[in-house]
């Protein structure tokens, strides 16, 4: 006898996960390796990030620094050349004789001669004649950079120049006008002027390259300054580089240090960059230091190739042991996400067919329980919903037959000017959305009709100006009235202001122009249409043509041009039909103090023109 073991109903999908995982427990030691990789290279990338700006702003210290003491030596100088001019022999001799000194010559020799990084220095008095000493000739461009700093010196302004290219061949050299005012009691006596050999930056900039570096300073427009090599010279635009551009882009704004990876092309190759700017606020310049990215990383590189080589060999022996695995767990998963995605999309038939005895299975067993529900919940919500809709409009329907029995003389009315507006709003390219709206809202727009007393609405003749005001109150009634129900909001502009007029002179509120929301301008144009084109006991109908020339001659004044256009369209396209009526007998005329239409195109035979005018107030 063979004796059976009981097979369970269903596999635990806990006991299928556990059995992957210990076929591929390596993966663990592959996240972790990762884990470490990554926090390494996130370490490895910020220090090479930090000693870049740490170089940078040392470069901007020690410039800003040296401009500062610059500065104070000729402050200094300034202030003694004042003291000597004050206090030497010669009674009300002119300053300028002043400054032809030997004492003041000697002093101006003595400064140039006091640092290695002075080449020139200049002393001009108000009338710009003075003494120089140097070991340097100022060439043309130099001289233009002394006129402009002798104009800020008598403006009262130090100044700081543009570096220049001085001498040819090995003699040349990078150089900087600096210059400040001589002035005692606020008059101006005169400027003493440095030019400046830059050449100290130069080697604190080659000091720098021999780590890697790539090291220069340029000024505010992108111009280099100086440069740790020759490759670049004085002058050139270095905007090439995008750490460059991303300083002249910030200008003044440029206040703190600033690291970003960018490319450099040179020809069909591309470099891959690493570089960081300082700015030096005090003369609008910036160091900037790059690296190529390959050479900055290197020690990530190196870690991230050995690391994914073990990696690799890891996951090649963990895929050949799970994929039998994965597969039967990824399978039913894609089964029932492409299932569940049809279901999100409305349809809801699909149902999944899965053998497997895990938790899955019953899953999909569950899944396709709950299809079934779904299916037959949406349809009766579907159902619902149609319901509801249809015992709404049928409701609003009800409501503006109502206030069409109510007033004998514009019965179907309601149904007319809705009819006519959706005609209009469809020519008009409006969405579906609003000609909803606009359809109860034509639907009820007389609605407050049924506070205007019987004598008023159903009177055959003209009204009196008091009645007349009774009879305008019907708009506000009818907003008043359905203003507390919600789902009706929306649709109050219509019923309110669709007898307000383009030109102000409608009512209740005489709103001009565009103040007078679109859905009642629409329906403004279909509730004139209709009075005009059916008989009422005061006013014979007008031929439709004849209606739309007098429509035609409201737009702008009272009505929308838009919508009388795309009234137009559709009655010529054919779409609209008028029936006749039998014609009632007219009233008695109306009092003069009831508005008339303008003069029309053609106009009608005047009996028929002024019921027009009670006829639009009253419908």
Request: charged content about 20%.
């Amino acid at each position: 006898m063979t004796l059976k073991l009981p097979i369970p109903a269903r596999v635990p999908l806990l006991y299928v996960i556990l059995g992957v995982l210990l076929a591929i427990s390596v993966l663990p030691m592959y996240f972790y390796s990762a884990q470490i990789e990554t926090m390494n290279r996130t370490r490895l990338k910020t220090n090479e990030m930090l000693l870049q700006n740490t170089v940078t702003r040392s470069l901007a210290d020690d410039i800003a620094q040296h401009q500062a003491a610059l500065h104070m030596m000729l402050a200094n100088l300034s202030s003694s050349i004042q003291v000597m001019m004050l206090a030497s022999p010669g009674g009300n001799a002119p300053v300028a004789e002043k400054l032809m000194t030997p004492e003041l010559r000697a002093m101006v020799e003595n400064f140039v001669s006091s640092s290695n990084d002075i080449a020139y220095v200049t002393l001009l008095n108000a009338d710009a004649k003075g003494v120089s000493a140097g070991r340097i000739e100022p060439d043309a461009f130099l001289q233009r950079e002394l006129e402009r700093s002798y104009q800020a010196a008598r403006e009262g302004r130090a100044y700081s120049g543009q570096p220049l290219m001085v001498g040819n061949g090995k003699s040349a050299r990078t150089v900087m006008l600096v210059s400040s005012p001589i002035q005692y009691g606020g008059r101006f006596l005169g400027m003493i002027a440095s030019v400046v050999d830059m050449d100290y930056l130069i080697r604190r900039l080659q000091q720098v390259s021999q780590g890697g570096l790539m090291p220069y300073v340029v000024d505010s427009q992108g111009r280099l300054v100086a440069a740790a090599t020759p490759q670049y010279a004085t002058g050139q635009d270095m905007t090439q580089f995008e750490i460059v551009r991303s300083f002249v882009g910030q200008g003044s704004k440029a206040q703190l240090a600033a690291t970003s990876e960018f490319a450099v092309r040179d020809g069909n190759k591309t470099t891959e960059m690493l570089g960081t700017y300082s700015p030096v606020t005090s003369l609008d310049w910036a160091v900037v230091v790059q690296k190529p990215r390959e050479d900055a990383y290197r020690g990530i590189y190196e870690m991230q190739r050995t690391g994914r080589l073990l990696a690799w060999l890891a996951v090649f022996v963990s895929v050949g042991l799970s994929i039998l695995s994965a597969r039967r767990i990824t399978s039913p998963l894609q089964v029932l996400a492409q299932s569940s995605r049809a279901i999100a999309r409305g349809d809801f038939s699909q149902r999944v067919h899965l053998k497997t005895r895990t938790e899955i299975g019953e899953l999909a067993t569950t899944f396709n329980t709950m299809s079934d529900e779904l299916e037959q919940f949406v349809e009766d919500l579907k159902r619902a919903a149609d319901e509801n809709k249809n015992l709404f409009m049928g409701s609003i329907q009800m409501l503006a037959g109502a206030v069409d029995e109510k007033d004998p003389y514009t019965r179907g009315h309601s149904d007319r000017v809705t009819k006519y507006s959706l005609m209009i709003g469809a020519e008009m390219g409006l969405d579906a959305e609003f000609l909803e709206i606009l359809r109860i809202s034509a639907q009820l727009h007389d609605v407050g009709k049924i506070g205007i007393e019987d004598r008023i609405l159903k009177k055959p003749g003209a009204l009196t100006p008091e009645e007349f005001e009774i009879m305008k109150t019907h708009t506000t009634k009818g907003a008043n009235i359905l203003r507390p129900v919600p789902q009706l909001r929306e649709m109050l502009p219509g019923i309110e202001l669709h007898h307000e007029a383009l030109n102000g002179r409608g009512y209740p509120y005489g709103l001009k122009g565009d103040d007078i929301p679109l859905l009642a301008r629409v329906i403004a144009v279909a509730d004139t249409f209709d009075a005009l084109t059916t008989n009422r006991p005061y006013q014979k109908a007008h031929d439709p043509v004849e209606a739309l020339r007098i429509i035609q001659n409201l737009s702008g004044q009272r009505l929308d041009p838009s919508a009388v256009t795309a009234l137009m369209g559709v009655f010529y396209r054919g779409e609209i039909r008028i029936v006749k009526t039998v014609t009632q007998t007219a009233p008695a005329e109306l009092p003069a103090t009831v508005p008339t239409p303008t003069s029309v195109p053609n106009p009608t035979p005047q009996p028929s023109v002024a019921p027009l005018a009670v006829e639009i107030s009253r419908t």
